[in-house]
């Protein structure tokens, strides 16, 4: 069993839609988590960071962390087509460690 | 602010020659940086793990006399992929974990730099 599951889609929705991007882990160690856009032929870009369980909310984005469950969720209202990218979960049990990367879903949104 | 910059963006090259990837942080000073291959539509493979003033620490399965990382200073890191072979063409990217920009536990990546080599 890999160590962080991710469903890599593709995801298709019409602009407007809330998207929900979900990944699980094994590692109940893990204590850090995060959420990269990736656009086509770039390097990664953080949108959200999250420590231990909760939710954080930034404009459109919402990140949600069921540590429980092990399960964690990235939510984008009012999509737009702009946001049409790869978006690869990232988490680490320690501070200024390597991350463990989901393979990334991949969302188009249709204008 | 946390820049990170590679250079250079995109290389092509001939089969037995050797390849220098630079990784700069350019508005911080970085006390790890990462370097991360990434095969098409897959996700990123940690190679290594580098910190300033000491050896580079390789994953399981990444040849260190074939991908020579030398991280010089707080703010750069080179990797050399040497007598680079076909299998060796992919998307690297590199990373840096930052000292007081954001929470260190975060890492700000590169713009990569796409390798092929013929």
């Known amino acids: 069993q890999k160590e962080v599951e991710q469903d890599p889609g593709p995801l298709s929705v019409p602009e407007g839609a809330i998207v929900s991007l979900n990944c699980t882990y094994s590692?109940?160690?893990?204590?850090?988590f995060m959420w990269y856009r990736q656009y086509s032929r770039k390097g990664p870009e953080l949108l959200m960071y999250t420590y231990s369980s909760g939710n954080k909310e930034d404009g459109r984005f919402t990140a949600q962390v069921d540590k429980s469950s092990k399960y964690i969720s990235l939510f984008i209202r009012d999509s737009q087509p702009s946001d049409s990218a790869t978006y690869l979960c990232?988490?680490?049990?320690?501070?200024?460690?390597?991350?463990?990367f989901g393979k990334g879903t991949t969302l188009s949104v249709s204008s | 602010g946390a820049v990170v910059s590679q250079h250079p963006s995109w290389v092509i090259c001939k089969s037995g020659t050797s390849v220098k990837i630079e990784c700069r942080s350019l508005d911080f000073q970085a006390t790890t940086m990462f370097w991360y291959r990434q095969f098409p539509k897959q996700s990123l493979m940690l190679m290594a793990t580098s910190n300033e003033g000491s050896k580079a620490t390789y994953e399981q399965g990444v040849e260190k006399d074939k991908f020579l990382i030398n991280h010089a200073s707080l703010t750069l890191s080179t990797l050399t992929v040497t007598s680079a072979h076909p299998e060796d063409s992919s998307f690297y990217i590199c990373s840096a974990s930052s000292i007081g920009q954001g929470p260190q536990e975060t890492q700000y990546f590169g713009p990569g730099t796409r390798l092929l080599v013929l």
């Open positions: 590692n109940s160690a893990f204590q850090y």
């Open positions: 990232a988490m680490s049990d320690q501070a200024g460690t390597a991350l463990i």
